[in-house]
Nanobody
């Protein structure tokens, strides 16, 4: 089982990045997937979540209107499109998956519930 994040890097404030989370070893069909981030000296926080079946989404207030989560089950991949990036978005971004065949929506996408985690990808927003 592997979740591999990619797409991080250095970007100027106001710029955009698209993160990808490629999954191998299991099918994402019955999994909700979330993006978390952890900035230096801070706790890991939930950024966004997409539910397992109906595709409903959740966003933290700090990213609402700027970030968009999506999933492509045929490719077993989840994406996070990040626009209008701010310095406070600088962090290591992690994707994580939780088995949710019933589809409890974003309520299952909490740190202690996640079944699998990726290694993270660093996003640095700086001029």
């Amino acid at each position: 089982v592997q979740l591999v994040e990619s797409g991080g890097g250095l970007v100027q404030p106001g710029g955009s990045l698209r993160l990808s989370c490629a999954v191998s070893g299991f099918s994402l069909d019955y999994y909700a997937v979330a993006w978390f981030r952890q900035a230096p000296g801070k706790e890991r926080e939930r950024v966004s979540c997409i539910s397992s079946r109906d595709g409903s989404t959740y966003y933290a207030d700090s990213v609402k209107g700027r970030f968009t989560i999506s999933r492509h089950n045929a490719k077993n991949t989840v994406y996070l499109q990040m626009n209008s990036l701010e310095r406070d978005d600088t962090a290591v971004y992690y994707c994580a998956a939780v088995y949710d065949p019933v589809d409890y929506g974003s309520s299952n996408c909490v740190y202690g519930n996640m079944d699998y985690w990726g290694q993270g990808t660093l996003v640095t927003v700086s001029s």
